[in-house]
């Protein structure tokens, strides 16, 4: 009897040792998928750039900022126009399209949108428009049977499509006025 008792010691101990042994006593090896490591974000990922604006009509402004590849990105900037604003009512024509200051005074204003999209070699394909205005003086126009002064504007409105690489590069474009609109981009 004992001698059956033994082996069914044995066939318990056994059963035990299959039945734990995969998650307890077994360490499996498995093949981790390889690692890349790569200078340069994904395509898709976030782009620092900048835009810089070098104008004698409408002034010198630059900003920096990050969006995605696909997304586009509006700015504005107001300044004041040398000699100070220009008195406007809005009697004048076209008035509610002036740039203002909290006075209703015509201001010089200059609006970028800028939209890249980066092709799977890196380079940026982009789109930006620009527009701007600025007071030059002031103008005699008749509304409504009155003769008012009003803002003499001038403004000027473009949109450039050019590529550029994302490896931190300067692109400098030159518009039709003169304005020189450069940019850098960098993922």
């Known amino acids: 009897m004992s001698s059956s008792f033994k082996l069914s010691a044995v066939s318990v101990v056994a059963s035990l040792a299959c039945a734990l042994a995969p998650g307890m006593l077994v360490t499996t090896a498995h ?38 590849s696909g997304e586009s990105d509006d700015f504005t900037w107001k300044t004041v126009p040398p000699g100070g604003p220009v008195p406007a009512t809005d009697s004048c024509p076209n008035y509610s399209s002036l740039p203002t200051d909290t006075n209703g005074a015509m201001i010089r204003q200059t609006q970028i949108r800028f939209a890249p999209v980066v092709g799977s070699d890196g380079t940026a394909s982009v789109q930006l428009s620009f527009q701007a205005q600025t007071p030059h003086g002031v103008k005699t126009v008749t509304s409504g049977g009155k003769t008012l002064k009003c803002p003499n504007s001038v403004a000027v409105s473009q949109i450039l499509r050019f590529t550029m690489p994302t490896n931190g590069s300067t692109k400098t474009l030159t518009l039709s006025d003169g304005t020189e609109v450069a940019v850098t981009a960098k993922r």
């Not at 890349?36 to 976030?46: E, F, I, M, Y």
């Open 31 to 68: 093949a981790a998928t390889p690692i890349t490591v790569t200078s340069q974000s994904a395509l898709d990922g976030p782009i620092r750039y900048t835009v810089r604006v070098t104008s004698k009509q409408f002034g010198n402004s630059q900003e920096t900022r990050t969006i995605r």
